[in-house]
């Protein structure tokens, strides 16, 4: 018996957007990427089987990649991985649907994507602010160091709580700076939840075309000024994952 197959749906497009005859979907083999039209609107999509395993590392990939990729030249409101629908009829009745509503929000992001900033503290240098910071941390550091694991539990504990309670404090602190420096550069923000427990700041941005220069240009005059504390990275640009939930996207 045949396998039964349905669509992946990567995201919302305008109508005369056209895949790279070289996209490659989701799936082992990877699924040839198409159009589906209705009106001023395309969904992008591949085939793949409905009892095929997806969310593998290769899957991820390909869906960012794919929407990056479209984005880079069009408009595109990236629709939650893993949405599938059962064929063509069920893409065209979304788009006819929602059809007002989408292409309001691709004219929205016309022109713009979104960037991430992820940084990370330096372990030895954030503990030492901790310590220079709270006397009573530095007074239990000085307890515990040199001496058995076992007989200055409680104080390692307590230790920790205490830096872990100051890095809290200065994730906070450290995101507020950074959207300082850049507000007047973009058009919106997100907070992405910390990935580590030295994170020091995890934000999405949403950023004019035009202004991406001075974007960047700005957090690496934060960067230098931050010096030795922390790492920062900047990701981008990409579709606007973190801003399409205001629409309400489907999946």
């Excluded at 300082?180 to 919106?188: I, P, R």
Aim: hydrophobic share 45%.
């Amino acid at each position: 018996m045949a396998e039964e197959t349905g669509l992946f749906v990567y995201g919302i497009v305008p109508s005369d957007v056209e895949p790279t005859p070289d996209a490659q979907g989701v799936g082992d083999p990877p699924g040839e990427v198409a159009a589906i039209r209705h009106g001023e609107l395309a969904a992008l999509v591949s085939e793949v089987g409905l009892e095929e395993p997806l969310g593998r590392p290769a899957d991820l990939t390909a869906y960012q990649e794919l929407l990056d990729g479209t984005a880079a030249v069009a408009p595109v409101l990236p629709v939650r991985f893993g949405t599938v629908v059962t064929g063509p009829d069920a893409v065209a009745d979304l788009l006819e649907a929602h059809h007002d509503r989408f292409a309001a929000a691709l004219d929205e992001f016309e022109g713009r994507a979104e960037f991430v900033v992820h940084g990370r503290y330096e372990e030895r240098e954030l503990v030492a602010d901790v310590l220079a910071d709270d006397p009573a941390a530095a007074d239990l550091a000085r307890q515990v160091r040199g001496q058995p694991e076992e007989a200055t539990r409680a104080e390692r504990i307590r230790l920790g709580e205490i830096i872990s309670q100051g890095v809290e404090l200065r994730r906070e602190a450290e995101n507020r700076k950074v959207l300082d420096a850049v507000a007047a550069l973009v058009v919106d923000s997100a907070a992405r939840a910390p990935s580590s427990e030295l994170d020091a700041v995890h934000l999405a941005f949403l950023v004019e075309a035009d202004r991406a220069d001075d974007f960047v240009d700005a957090l690496e005059k934060y960067a230098e000024e931050r010096g030795g504390l922390l790492r920062l990275r900047l990701l981008g640009p990409h579709a606007p994952y973190d801003f399409v939930d205001a629409h309400q996207l489907v999946g």
